[in-house]
């Protein structure tokens, strides 16, 4: 099965690029869940922020505060929040790394940060380096 963003950034299938440099893109999805919802990608694929190189995942991030920026200075949005799906687990819908940016208005009435009440502490150790 082919990577549909691969296809994507091939040129292969039809997306609505909104920015782009040279190693990331920033496409509208097909369901936009909120005004503005950009997904930024790499342009070489990665499947999930396990696999994708600290260089690679430097540009992404670096993109993906860029398209902030723009969409705050020049689109009135005052907030953002990202958001990452890494793994079948954590409902990753298509195996290719990316970024979902969800831009924010005070008192837009979106609730995009649920409060899921559920967390212990799983970590065996404090304090080790990594
Ligand atoms: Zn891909």
């Known amino acids: 099965v ?4 691969c296809e994507i950034v091939k040129g292969n299938l039809p997306s609505n690029v909104i920015w782009e440099n040279e190693n990331c893109l920033a496409f509208t999805p097909l369901e936009m869940e909120v005004n503005g919802h950009l997904l930024v990608i ?9 696999d994708i190189d600290t260089d ?3 540009e992404v991030m670096n993109f993906v505060k860029e398209c902030c920026n723009k969409i705050k200075g020049e689109y009135g ?5 990202l958001l990452n799906a890494s793994g079948k687990s954590a409902q990753q819908s298509v195996g290719h790394f990316h970024i979902h940016i969800l831009p924010r208005k005070e008192e837009d009435g979106i609730e995009a940060w649920p409060k899921l009440g559920v967390g212990e502490n799983i970590y065996a150790t404090s304090h080790n380096k990594l």
């Open 56 to 58: 690679s995942l430097s």
């Open 42 to 50: 790499p342009k070489a694929h990665f499947n999930d922020v396990t």
């Open 2 to 5: 082919k990577c549909i963003f």
């Open 77 to 81: 949005y005052t907030g953002f929040n």
